[in-house]
């Protein structure tokens, strides 16, 4: 589920001194290119000196920056890790310059940070649109207690009829679900409006143009600022007419379904959206990419399985609870065959207990789709790809199936698109690799069951 969008918590040990040699060289900021197949994004480090070093992490230069919750130093390097996404920044420290690798997910890049500031680098897909548009375009702002969403509205010219509200999938992401320099969200919204459908994209709270804390929040939060971008595009005159529902994908789909079944909601459209519950569909990601990488199936089911049951010891733990005594007995079967060396086992154990115990991934993890989908009383289309490694077709489409059914939902469609990853794109493999390198940012095959589906509703 986990996109590629960014955001960095660092691991920390004390550094030594209030005003260390280490801390002096990296006050201050940082800027570099980080170039994933098919994608350039810029990263920028605002350190500070101190006891500790702290700071912030921006992405293409928003103003918008995370903060380092610690920092692990080692000599003249920097780690610099966030588990919950796996991506680890191990950097060296040379005069004013930062060199190093950027990891995740078992793939590494170079990276090196300077102090001179970069200017984001456009990267063009060939299905991102160009000017001239026939329709208009609106931006908006919606205010909520605490902070505000913004977005854009592409409104098609004479009478409005459909509004299609976009919801993003894991991770701050922006109006566009920006990815690898892929803006799908644009893309379709494109296609519909050149089809006369009205839509609405707004970026993530704490994301982009909008304010607010994204690190906090879970997908109830999440189902809350849709609800709320729902209540706005009522309000709007050119609108009052209009059928309103949401395009949901990955993470996306299952907050729609959580909208649309508290009512008022006139279609539902789930891109490869959880149809299981939070730990079963992570556990078969973590299977399916891992096998894609090269693993064998008992290897990658062994994995798998250990990091079940010790998800399992995490979520159920009480606030406060002393999670690395819980999970140490889950790793004793591999001090006693020698499988780990106890290094791994301590360096598994830290990543498992950083990235399962924050409050998006503890409430997603107990998140159970079913309820949701049963209540779903609209027109729905549930899509998947057949080669989605992060969501997996099969027992997410069937599960959705079987909630709308038993619900009486007699309006659902299911459809698998044969040869698509988890981003709709044609492949062959599904391999997430594969997200910057295809050109393709979503089939026509994609679009096209969209824009028909919504042009045949009633």
């Not at 063009?124 to 609106?138: G, H, K, M, N, V």
């Not at 050149?194 to 982009?208: E, M």
Request: glycine share 8%; with cysteine; aromatic share 8%.
């Amino acid at each position: 589920m986990k996109n590629y969008t960014l955001f960095l918590i660092l691991f920390s040990t004390m550094l030594f001194g209030s005003h260390s040699a280490i801390a002096q060289m990296v006050d201050g900021l940082w800027h570099g290119y980080l170039r994933p197949p098919g994608a350039s994004i810029v990263l920028t480090l605002d350190l500070q000196d101190g006891d500790d070093i702290t700071g912030l992490m921006r992405i293409n230069n928003s103003e918008q920056g995370m903060a380092f919750s610690s920092c692990e130093k080692d000599g003249d390097r920097l780690i610099l890790r966030i588990s919950d996404l796996n991506i680890e920044l191990n950097l060296k420290l040379v005069d004013e310059m930062m060199t190093g690798t950027f990891a995740q997910e078992g793939q590494s890049l170079d990276i090196s940070f300077g102090r001179e500031a970069l200017e984001e680098e456009v990267v063009r897909r060939s299905q991102d649109p160009i000017a001239p548009f026939p329709y208009r375009t609106e931006e908006v702002e919606i205010a909520l207690e605490d902070h505000i969403l913004a977005g854009t509205m592409f409104m098609p010219e004479g009478e409005v009829k459909t509004l299609a509200i976009f919801i993003t999938g894991s991770g701050p992401q922006n109006r566009d679900e920006e990815i690898l320099g892929h803006k799908p969200f644009l893309v379709i919204a494109d296609d519909l409006a050149h089809a006369g459908i009205a839509t609405l994209r707004c970026d993530d709270r704490g994301v982009g143009e909008s304010t607010g804390d994204f690190s906090s929040a879970t997908s109830a939060d999440f189902a809350s600022d849709v609800s709320a971008i729902v209540d706005f595009a009522r309000r709007q005159t050119p609108l009052s007419a209009a059928k309103v529902g949401l395009i949901g994908h990955s993470e996306g789909g299952i907050v729609a379904a959580m909208v649309a079944s508290q009512g008022g909601i006139d279609f539902v459209i789930s891109l490869a959206g959880p149809g299981v519950i939070g730990s079963q569909l992570l556990t078969t990601q973590q299977r399916d990419i891992m096998m894609s990488q090269g693993y064998t199936y008992d290897d990658a089911v062994a994995y798998s399985d250990r990091i079940t049951s010790i998800t399992n010891i995490i979520i159920s733990a009480p606030d406060g609870a002393d999670l690395d005594a819980m999970i140490d007995g889950a790793y004793d079967a591999l001090r006693k065959d020698g499988s780990f060396s106890e290094e791994l086992i301590s360096a598994e154990k830290k990543q498992l207990i950083t990235s399962l115990k924050g409050p998006w991934m503890r409430y997603f993890m107990n998140l159970d789709p079913a309820p949701y989908w049963e209540k779903v009383s609209c027109p729905t289309l549930a899509m998947n790809g057949d080669k989605d490694l992060q969501v997996a077709h099969g027992a997410n489409l069937r599960s959705i199936g079987f909630a709308m059914r038993r619900g009486g939902n007699k309006q659902f469609t299911s459809k698998t698109l044969m040869n698509h990853n988890h981003l709709f794109q044609e492949t062959s493999t599904g391999s997430l690799s594969e997200y910057g390198e295809l050109d393709q940012t979503i089939s026509p095959e994609a679009l096209r069951t969209i824009r028909e589906w919504l042009l045949a509703l009633k």
